[in-house]
């Protein structure tokens, strides 16, 4: 019995085998296509690197990630402070009161972008975190580029407690994980 199963199977992955390589291949020529960075060259891309030169390493605006938020709409989008948002809901407002009264101005100038696992935020976008048990005001930060860990990206933020806050506003890898979505400037 044992002969004829190895049998079997010897010619089940004989048979299998070029099916199994191909398939192999296929998924291996799949790639995700982004940007690594904002276009070099283009005015957005000049100013969030300006933005980021500025800032580097100081607590922007007294050192929360929605007051550094409200700087960065102010130099690389070029808007004005939106609304209320952030102060009266936190982080996670930005994304979660779009839709409400509150958000007349981000829906006009704004584009909410929900992250459904695969798609991902471009380079400039602001990406907004859930709140957690730990902060119940979750957190936002403009996306830099993918990083090297898979399901990681790279963020400008700053942290208004906790002990990363005294470093301010810096490059920073963090997970995909808890991101709710972005917000990314209409053209």
């Not at 929360?64 to 808007?79: N, P």
């Amino acid at each position: 019995m044992k002969k004829f199963l190895r049998l079997v199977f010897a010619k089940l992955f004989h048979f299998l085998k070029p099916l199994i390589n191909t398939y192999l291949d296929t998924i291996d020529s799949i790639r995700v296509s982004f940007p690594e960075e904002a276009p070099k060259g283009t005015e957005l891309a000049k100013r969030f690197k300006a933005f980021r030169e500025k800032h580097r390493g100081k607590r922007v605006r007294g050192g929360s990630c929605v007051l550094l938020y409200r700087q960065f709409i102010e130099e690389v989008w070029e808007l004005r402070p939106l609304e209320g948002l952030g102060a009266d809901g936190g982080a996670e407002g930005l994304f979660t009161r779009y839709d409400t009264d509150v958000g007349p101005l981000s829906r006009q100038y704004l584009e909410r972008i929900a992250y459904d696992g695969n798609n991902l935020p471009q380079p400039g976008d602001v990406v907004i975190y859930a709140a957690t048990a730990t902060n119940r005001w979750g957190h936002v930060g403009m996306f830099e580029k993918p990083a090297a860990t898979a399901g990681n990206i790279i963020i400008y933020d700053q942290h208004g407690f906790g002990s990363q806050a005294e470093a301010g506003a810096q490059s920073r890898e963090r997970s995909m994980e808890g991101v709710l979505g972005w917000l990314r400037k209409r053209v």
